[in-house]
């Protein structure tokens, strides 16, 4: 019979994709600060926490000691991250106690290349235990290419990522940067995503089995819950057609 997957925090989001399953994965896109990291943070809380699983966090664009403080805010629901954030050194030390042997961090910070990160993965499924991979971003591993091979390298990467998560058995999360539309509003300001705005969008729909977005208005003329409300759009979906 089908089985439901390992769940996302968002019932919504576990109603459109029947949760997280292994051999799989999910490509996410949004625009700049529009919701990417937060996506992200409270996946590995709600993994950890109600879980008890172990993640497998590659984020090239947040160095890992900022990662660990907004992991362990989520914890203790203090802003660890923020130098006002009215929290003593006490309550820091015990967020971030709460963060060992839950999440594998790995310095990557700033650009890198697939086949580095891959041997990473590898490590972190099979000699960690991770069965959730998450890469924040995957244009990190492009930096300083060309546009001829920037498109072949994505198209490697997609193949070969999909291809280790079906052997491997885990499950996987990758954060993209979109390219801008060529008409109306930006992103920023409530603009649609596209499926075609995701940087390597060809490969990414022929390798993955879901693409999601998130949009975000940040106009300032709205008030202040609008700004701060992120909306997830699943594009598209291999296995069941969901949209």
Not at 178 to 197: D, I, N, R, Y
Not at 220 to 235: C, G, H, I, M, Y
């Amino acid at each position: 019979m089908p089985k439901w997957g390992r769940l996302y925090p968002w019932p919504s989001l576990n109603k459109l994709t029947y949760g997280r399953r292994d051999g799989e994965g999910i490509y996410v896109g949004a625009g700049v600060k529009c919701g990417k990291s937060s996506f992200i943070d409270q996946l590995v809380h709600h993994i950890t926490i109600a879980e008890e699983r172990k993640v497998a966090l590659f984020k090239m664009e947040e160095a890992p000691s900022m990662t660990v403080r907004k992991i362990a805010g989520l914890y203790m629901k203090k802003p660890f991250h923020k130098p006002d954030g009215n929290f003593t050194q006490a309550e820091l030390v015990e967020g971030v106690n709460m963060v060992k042997n839950k999440v594998m961090l790995f310095e990557s910070y700033g650009s890198t290349r697939w086949d580095r990160l891959k041997e990473d993965i590898r490590h972190a499924v099979v000699a960690g235990g991770c069965k959730d991979v998450v890469i924040d971003t995957l244009n990190r591993l492009t930096v300083g290419m060309d546009s001829g091979e920037v498109n072949t390298e994505l198209e490697r990467v997609a193949d070969e990522l999909a291809a280790m998560a079906k052997d491997l058995q885990f499950f996987y999360v990758v954060c993209c940067h979109l390219k801008a539309p060529t008409t109306g509003k930006s992103h920023e300001m409530g603009g649609q995503v596209l499926t075609s705005q995701f940087a390597g969008s060809r490969a990414m729909s022929r390798a993955c089995h879901m693409m999601l977005c998130i949009e975000r208005n940040k106009d300032p003329a709205l008030d202040e819950d609008q700004r701060n409300t992120s909306k997830f759009v699943l594009l598209e979906d291999r296995a069941f057609g969901n949209v």
